[in-house]
């Protein structure tokens, strides 16, 4: 029979919450210097939502434009981001990225190469160069793999399908450990560290039409507010201009950015390449005004300006909203992705192999032969945890975040591919920054008990109730209304309705009752995560109601232009005590300033 | 559409029998979708493991109708009529329901030596496409562990995993071997204490692979040719390879056996 207090206890210097690029890579830096590292995965290892990226990882090498360096990288960057990143962030992401790659080849990652034996880098939106570090269009799975191989041959301690219910403070408030319980057992096992690196990925899951596993459920996020850490920019999400449309039940499923950056057009119901109407003055100089020179584009870069369907994701995913809003869609409420009438069928099932199985095998198209349907699918939150750039760590001593749980890297909007470049240099640096507070470290930590406690009553109390709800239905619930209110194109009166209905869905999450036992229960996985699907589906509506412009990966119906005075600020979340249902502090957050030699580089081309 | 019946094995491992559910079906949907269904209405205690449903992470592996796929990228309008049938991977202990003990094959993975490669040059290593190719192929491996479920040696023989490391494995020490800047010798090791012998070579991996790696023609006849050379006898193989049964004992089939 399972227990009900902890059966097992373990020890470590660093705990990483999290196994897909980030925390891996964490764990790989806190090793070399010689730590006791356990990792924290609530899936088995290799099958975070790393694997999943496609397109591959952005990095100024300069291997196929020789002209590429970090300072152009750092303006893309930025420009992608609206100018809301952590500038220190996007500064040492663009400087250190290459060398990041290249550990990786050291490691075994076997990247796709050029004529001269380098390694190939790829077309990506809103990047100047061909930038991106690929392996076909399944560029994650080499390197979640990669990492997780470098990690076991290192003999590191990796925690399985555990899910970590909450982090645990000692006597003086610094982060000491963590609560969690084993799936396939169901038993409760506690964790002491010196610092824990929260890797923990994003909250997708909380809307309907998502390319997130069941996994994206905002645990990092939650966790590291409940424990006194601060969020920003929750309202940023981004939607992918490209998730699968149709059959309904694939609908949200990622189609890579690849198929565009290797000559894939967009067009809507009446053959449009509609994307040449809709170019902001943001990106009009460096845009391509007609299709014949975006075509030419491809071929070489001096010859033509990039075309309009490789404008940032979050350019490209309003554009096809607004093209189905006009009746102009597919028949499924999508528009058309078309590289089969571009491209060679042996091309594309060289570039894109997953992406031909993909449509094949759950849609019946043939993408060397038929266009895709195509619509947006949430996919990212560039907001997260408020982290120091350089050391990762969060306000909280003792707690570290990177990787999609940290927010500022991206700002407003992430440019596809480099997500897995943050994974890698913050990751990296993240186990540089628990390493380092490690050394600093004095006196011995007694976990706090009461927090234990409450943490393992609050997991079984959805056993103990004769009648109450069925996680699942308050899961689709949410993730309707969400959809609804809190989606790609927002207004400030659905945003106050969707805050209200979130303060509904906690008395809901209060009320669930389970069938079953406690041994490899999804439906108690599942009420174990609606806390922090909730306590980040509310930082996400209190941010879009607070930040009354548009940019970047929030977008108000109601305030379609920019606002200067919010151009200068994050918007931040607090939550009071480590509790879930705690209230909720919002408030704006200056940016870091931008020292003037960098900002030379922003105005460079403006 | 019309209504489906799903037989689904659930119980843990003490013992368990077959469920039914019967319930609509929907345009387009994959078993995945269906059991995702079962669990957010009548039976949300379903075990089942899964992650990205798009045939990239091989979580969701079982056996349907019984043989290995991935519920994410089976497609019920493909499915024979009459009840679907569900069971857990044989080959792994029952955790519950749908879900197995797969930590066989992480124990595996920690016994593999590491790439070796030479000091990096100045602005990286310079390596060709055809060199990487080779060693690409298997890396697509999204570790289903699909090829090992289906292995006659484990499947039927539970001892034999003590000294069998299995189709993925035998990809995974194919994929160092062939890679280009690997310096690492691991042929004794895969001769002597991953079992390479015990394959009969009967493409059964091969066969189920969602991401066609062939896993017998690419990576474990030249591995084998690689490490028994001295013990090996091509003829043999190849008698045993036309007299294959749909079934063989492990032992019977042994090429090599481990000392």
């Known amino acids: 029979m399972s227990t009900n207090t902890p059966t097992e206890h373990h020890e470590y210097d660093v705990l990483i919450i999290g196994a897909g690029g980030a925390g891996l890579r964490a764990a790989i830096e806190a090793k070399q210097r010689g730590l006791k590292v356990g990792i924290i995965t609530k899936s088995l290892l290799g099958k975070a939502h790393t694997v999943m990226a496609e397109g591959g990882m952005a990095a100024a090498m300069g291997n196929v434009y020789e002209e590429d360096n970090w300072m152009v990288h750092f303006r893309d960057t930025m420009r992608g981001g609206k100018y809301l ?10 400087k250190e990225s290459p060398d990041r790659v290249w550990e990786l080849e050291q490691w075994g990652a076997l990247f796709d190469r050029t004529k001269d034996g380098k390694i190939l880098q790829r077309d990506f939106g809103g990047h100047r160069y061909a930038r991106l570090a690929h392996v076909g269009d399944r560029t994650g799975l080499e390197l979640i793999r990669t990492l997780q191989q470098k990690v ?80 920003i920019d929750m309202e940023c999400i981004q939607f992918h201009p490209t998730g699968m449309v149709w059959p309904l039940s694939v609908r949200g499923i990622l189609v890579t950015e690849g198929v565009r950056g290797d000559g894939g057009v967009l067009r809507n119901s009446e053959g449009e390449r509609f994307m040449f109407n809709y170019v902001a003055d943001m990106f009009r100089s460096e845009t391509a005004d007609t299709e014949e020179e975006g075509d030419r584009w491809y071929e070489d870069h001096a010859a033509g300006r990039r075309p309009p369907e490789l404008l940032p994701r979050d350019e490209v995913a309003r554009a096809i909203n607004t093209e189905v809003k006009a009746g102009r869609g597919s028949p499924h409420g999508g528009v058309y992705l078309d590289i089969a009438s571009r491209r060679p069928a042996e091309f594309i099932r ?59 890297m991206h700002g407003a909007n992430r440019l596809g591919g480099n997500s897995l470049s943050d994974l890698i240099v913050f990751g990296r640096r993240a186990g540089m920054g628990a390493a380092d507070y490690i ?87 599942l009420a174990t995560d609606l806390p922090s699907m909730l306590t980040v589906s509310k930082c996400t509506a209190r941010g879009a109601r607070d930040r009354k412009e548009s940019r970047g990966g929030h977008t108000r119906e109601d305030f379609p232009g920019t606002d200067e005075q919010l151009s200068k600020v994050n918007i931040g979340h607090t939550i009071a005590g480590n509790d879930w249902t705690g209230s909720i502090k919002t408030e704006q957050i200056p940016l870091l300033p931008i020292p003037a030699e960098l900002k030379a580089l922003l105005e460079e081309g403006k | 559409m019309s209504d489906v019946t799903m037989r689904i094995w659930r119980g843990d491992s003490t013992g368990g029998q077959f469920e039914n559910y019967t319930l609509e079906q929907n345009e387009g949907e994959v078993v995945l979708d269906v059991i995702h269904r079962i669990q957010a209405t009548e039976a949300p205690d379903l075990a089942c493991r899964w992650n990205c449903k798009a045939g990239k992470c091989g979580s969701c592996a079982a056996e349907i109708n019984g043989k290995p796929r991935l519920m994410c990228m089976t497609r019920m309008k493909d499915m024979p009529e009459g009840p679907v049938t569900v069971t857990p991977m044989k080959t792994f202990p029952i955790i519950r329901d749908l879900v197995t003990d797969v930590s066989f094959n992480y124990a595996q993975a920690e016994k593999v030596p590491a790439l070796l490669p030479p000091p990096m040059p100045e602005g990286g290593y310079r390596i060709f496409q055809e060199d990487v190719e080779r060693s690409q192929e298997f890396r697509k491996c999204i570790e289903c562990f699909m090829c090992q479920d289906v292995c006659h040696v484990i499947r039927d023989h539970e001892d034999n995993k003590q000294h069998y490391a299995g189709p993925r494995f035998f990809i995974r020490y194919a994929e160092l ?57 091509p003829v043999a193989w190849l008698g045993r390879k036309i007299r294959r049964k749909t079934k063989v004992s492990a032992h019977d089939a042994a090429v090599q056996p481990a000392p």
């Not at chain 1, 990143?85 to 663009?94: D, S, V």
């Not at chain 1, 006196?443 to 079984?460: F, H, K, M, P, R």
């Open chain 1, 350 to 408: 060289r570039r894109l192999p997953s992406m031909y199985h993909q449509f094949m095998e759950l849609a019946g198209v043939d993408i060397t032969r038929e266009a895709m349907e195509i619509g947006p699918t949430c996919h990212y939150i560039m907001g997260g945890v408020k982290v120091d750039a350089d050391t990762a760590a969060t306000k909280v001593p003792g707690l570290f975040a990177a990787g999609e749980v940290a927010g500022g």
């Open chain 1, 85 to 94: 990143n952590n500038y220190r962030m996007a500064e040492l992401h663009a």
């Open chain 1, 152 to 231: 076991v041959s290192m003999g590191t301690d990796v925690f399985m399908e555990c899910k970590v219910l909450r982090l645990l403070h000692d006597q003086d408030g610094k982060i000491a450990g963590a609560v969690a319980y084993w799936r396939a057992s169901g038993e409760f096992v506690t964790f002491s560290a010196k610092a824990v690196v929260l890797a923990t990925g994003g909250v997708g899951k909380s809307w309907k039409f998502t390319s997130n596993s069941w996994e994206g459920t905002g645990d990092g996020h939650a966790m590291a507010m409940w424990a006194g850490a601060e969020l």
């Open chain 1, 439 to 525: 050394e600093g470290l004095q006196g011995s930590a007694t976990l706090n008990q009461g927090e234990v406690d409450e943490a393992i009553a609050e997991a079984l109390a959805p056993f103990n109730r004769e009648n109450g709800e069925n996680p699942y239905d308050i899961q689709r619930d949410l993730q309707e209304m969400m959809q609804a209110n809190v989606g790609i194109i927002r207004t400030g009166s659905e945003v106050e309705a969707a805050i209200e209905t979130l303060e509904n869905f906690t008395e809901r999450v209060q009320n669930i009752a389970l069938k079953g036992g406690r041994q490899y229960n999804p439906g108690w996985n």
């Open chain 2, 177 to 233: 071997e062939m890679h280009p800047l690997d310096t690492n010798d691991r042929r004794d090791l895969i001769r002597k204490d991953m079992g390479l012998g015990y394959c009969n070579i009967t493409k059964c991996c091969t066969e189920v692979c969602p991401e066609h790696i062939k896993i017998t023609d690419n990576a474990i006849i030249p591995l084998k040719e690689r490490v028994v050379d001295a013990h090996y006898d």
